[in-house]
């Protein structure tokens, strides 16, 4: 989607009307959707918890809504290995037959 950026005005870390909520404590900015649509989205607020972290969140909304192209979210833990397992017991499972797998083949190249 075409967005653009706000901060709050006259420097203040959140918006006015966000004052009173936990927002107060971070730094605050908005995304405005740009539609010429009837029933457009919301605007989403954002409160990070440093300026820095929120100029680094700005720049990258700036950056990706200059991209024409779809973005495709994917669940995905940084970390993790691609699974086709849904629920935590199956992650379990496949994690656990992995380990047995990787112990019979460093075992396997001990008997050798």
Known sequence: DKVKIEFPPGGRRVFREHAQSDARTGYELA????????????????????LALRDKWANAIKARADIDAPTNLRAQLFGQEDTFATTPAEILKEKESKKKEKQERESGKRDR
Do not use: M, T, V
């Open 31 to 50: 995304i405005l959707h740009a539609s010429n649509e009837e029933g457009a989205r919301p605007p989403a607020f954002i409160a990070a918890d440093s």
